[in-house]
């Protein structure tokens, strides 16, 4: 019997060699030295760390990766991600303050939406929901308050309307529609389970789950 960790190793280097064969083929170099690897876990469970070696290069394991732009830890928190986030809406809030006063506010709300806005919707589907996405509101916010020149106690639910933003959570929310439109057949309704002709029988159907992970998921929200 072999156990689950020389398993994993198995799987994992024929992986790395079906990348590097596809490499090959499209005479491209797969670079070992920056290739590691991300091994998801749950928040309370510490899985030991597999020691991966292919060509006699050591893989790295590393606690988070960047994809396509999105920053990914192998406990799916999105915490790193945000991180990035606030840097980067940092340097935006930065640029916007530094033109405030030669600008015309329509001018400054598209700088908001050149600068802000393609940073913040940029995979809200994966983050929005999360605990830390209250440090992206608070930095929209900020550029608001930047913008209309208002005070740190002024409310922002009318700065909100007068320029016509959304706040943090409405393209969430706005995501996760388009989501469900765009891909119905992903989905089962109550009615696939039962022959009742109740109201509730064209709703959605949610699938049984017992991490709260899985809950604050895309699918599952």
């Excluded at 606690?63 to 396509?68: A, D």
């Excluded at 986030?85 to 033109?99: E, G, K, Q, T």
């Excluded at 600008?103 to 929901?129: A, D, E, P, Q, T």
């Excluded at 929209?140 to 308050?145: M, S």
Aim: glycine letters at 2%; proline letters at 3%; aromatic letters at 14%.
């Amino acid at each position: 019997m072999f156990s689950r960790t020389v398993i994993k190793i198995v799987y994992v280097n024929q992986a790395l060699s079906d990348i590097n064969s596809r490499f090959k083929a499209n005479f491209l170099l797969l670079n070992l030295n920056k290739t590691h690897y991300l091994q998801f876990r749950t928040k309370n469970h510490v899985d030991n760390t597999i020691d991966i070696n292919y060509l006699n290069k050591p893989i790295a394991n590393h606690p988070y990766t960047k994809f396509l732009g999105l920053v990914v830890d192998d406990i799916l928190t999105c915490n790193n991600h945000i991180d990035q986030l606030i840097s980067s809406l940092n340097s935006a809030c930065y640029a916007i303050r530094a033109v405030n006063e030669i600008l015309s506010k329509n001018v400054l709300r598209m700088l908001y939406f050149l600068y802000v806005h393609s940073i913040i919707s940029y995979g809200i589907i994966f983050w929005g929901n999360t605990p830390n996405s209250i440090k992206t509101f608070r930095m929209q916010k900020k550029v608001l308050r930047i913008i209309n020149k208002s005070k740190k106690m002024d409310s922002y639910r009318e700065l909100f309307k007068s320029m016509e933003i959304l706040p943090l959570y409405s393209p969430y929310l706005f995501s996760l529609l388009m989501y469900v439109v765009n891909n119905k057949h992903l989905f089962t309704k109550t009615l696939e389970f039962h022959n009742h002709g109740t109201r509730s029988a064209i709703n959605f159907h949610l699938p049984t789950t017992n991490l709260t992970k899985y809950q604050k998921g895309t699918y599952y929200t």
